[in-house]
């Protein structure tokens, strides 16, 4: 069956500020052509202000870099239309790290995480027709020293890390070097940027669970939040959203949306349900029959099925928003069981016991919005044809980009994901700096944990906490 979609379309609508920008160091005039996503040190090389920082001993002539204060600026239109949406928001994917943004010459946030999205309402600060965009770039060296000095109850302890106060600061901890990898602290704008807006409510969360207990099929439960920000919603209270944190949820019932979701294999619709919106939330349950598993790589296929989840007004049939999602129907288990020896420690998928084969994952670029997805794809067939079905994910680099992931489902590798600390003390004892990595820790799980690659998140590398 093909499952028939709503006529009408109102979803997001966004502008990509992706592409060319301008970057200068903080007290000169003088810019240099910029490309966004990258960093300083791609776009600096792009310019040929710096030399290789790879060759020789370019790594040690380049520290400057990482002590400066760097500012990418840009200029873009706006059409009139995107200010009437009910909700517009600035967008940003990945800044690295300690940035201050802002809008029109006046200031609209400051952001201190590398690993976290964050969205900040500009409704009311853009203008139709042209508007410019400023973003500075603290130094986290300096940022790290001070942080260091002020607060003597932690100390970085160095074995790896060669920055003093690089605990407190959220990026990725190799950056700041390490036994295998140079010291070449970035930053910049390392992922997607833009303006997104649109009308009443958007999706806000989708979690698939599985229940392989049912018999002939596996059982799909498609949990969804919803984001209220209209009172077109019927019922619906408006919602607020501070800068950079989670939005409110209507506690109303909100009669007039439902969410669509269908499962298709293949290009081919294969399940499909409509339910409506209770409180902001919702919850499709499907089943699979006749189901092809996805296993690790010498076990089995990697059937992959694909999810799409629509948010539709009920009455109007129109489509508010869209999220898709690909999966694998597997179970996928850590086995710890009391034995003659202490206590097992093997994987199982959909219940045949496997023996773990493969090696830890760096990032595989010191610069890594420079990697492409071919470049993850040479170096994971590479594993899967050494016959490795795991990768570790190390805590000492970054989360990865989609692209991994979506080729490690494809080529049935798991993945053991560390949360990124490592081999360092962290300030625990400090309310704002646990707030942040909560929301870091949200953002990453909501975003992979549907991958089927994914086998264990594991805290941190070589600590206790």
Not at 225 to 241: D, K
Not at 307 to 331: C, M, P, Y
Not at 340 to 362: D, L, P, R, T, V
Request: with cysteine; aromatic share 10%.
């Amino acid at each position: 069956m093909r499952a028939e979609r709503p006529k009408e379309r109102i979803l997001m609508e966004s502008i990509d500020l992706g592409g060319k920008w301008t970057l200068r160091k903080k007290g000169q005039a003088k810019a240099v052509p910029a490309q966004v996503p990258g960093c300083v040190h791609t776009d600096l090389r792009r310019a040929g202000v710096i030399d290789d920082p790879y060759y020789r001993d370019n790594e040690e002539k380049l520290q400057w870099i990482g002590e400066a204060e760097w500012i990418y600026e840009r200029e873009f239109d706006v059409a009139p239309g995107i200010l009437d949406r009910d909700r517009v928001l600035l967008r940003c994917e990945g800044l690295d790290t300690l940035a201050t943004i802002d809008l029109n010459g006046r200031r609209l946030a400051r952001t201190d995480n590398q690993f976290r999205v964050w969205e900040f309402d500009v409704k009311d600060r853009l203008r139709p027709g042209k508007n410019s965009i400023h973003i500075e770039f603290a130094s986290p060296l300096a940022y790290g020293r001070r942080r260091s000095k002020a607060d003597p109850r932690l100390r970085s302890k160095g074995s790896e890390c060669t920055l003093p106060g690089g605990n407190w600061v959220r990026k990725s901890p190799c950056n700041f070097g390490w036994d295998w990898g140079p010291k070449l602290v970035t930053c910049g704008i390392w992922k997607s940027i833009g303006i997104v807006a649109f009308d009443t409510a958007r999706l806000s969360d989708v979690q698939i669970l599985q229940d392989h207990s049912k018999r002939g099929g596996v059982g799909l439960s498609v949990g969804v939040g919803v984001e209220i920000v209209s009172a077109g919603a019927a019922g619906a209270l408006r919602a607020t959203r501070s800068a950079g944190q989670t939005p409110a949820s209507a506690s109303a019932s909100v009669r007039g949306l439902s969410v669509k979701v269908c499962v298709s294999f293949k290009g081919r619709a294969i399940a499909e349900a409509t339910v409506p919106l209770r409180g902001g939330k919702a919850r499709a349950e499907l089943v699979i029959a006749k189901p092809r598993l996805w296993w690790p790589a010498g076990m089995g296929e990697q059937a992959l099925y694909d999810v799409s989840v629509v948010l539709i007004e009920t009455a109007s049939g129109a489509e508010l928003d869209l999220q898709s999602k690909r999966i694998g129907l597997r179970t996928l288990t850590l086995e710890r069981h009391k034995d003659q020896w202490g206590e097992s420690f093997y994987f199982a998928a959909n219940g045949a016991a496997f023996f773990a084969k493969g090696a830890n994952w760096i990032p595989a670029d010191t610069f890594p919005s420079s990697l492409t997805r071919e470049d993850y794809a040479d170096l994971l067939r590479s594993a899967r044809d050494a016959n490795m079905n795991m990768l570790r994910v190390w805590g000492g680099g970054i989360y990865e980009a989609d692209a991994f992931y979506d080729l490690c489902d494809e080529l049935g590798l798991c993945v053991w994901q560390d949360f990124m600390f490592a081999c360092d003390t962290y300030p625990s004892f400090d309310d704002d700096w646990m707030d942040n990595v909560r929301r870091e820790a949200e953002d990453n799980v909501r975003r992979l944990r549907h991958h089927p690659s994914i086998a264990l998140w594991c805290g941190n590398n070589e600590l206790e906490m």
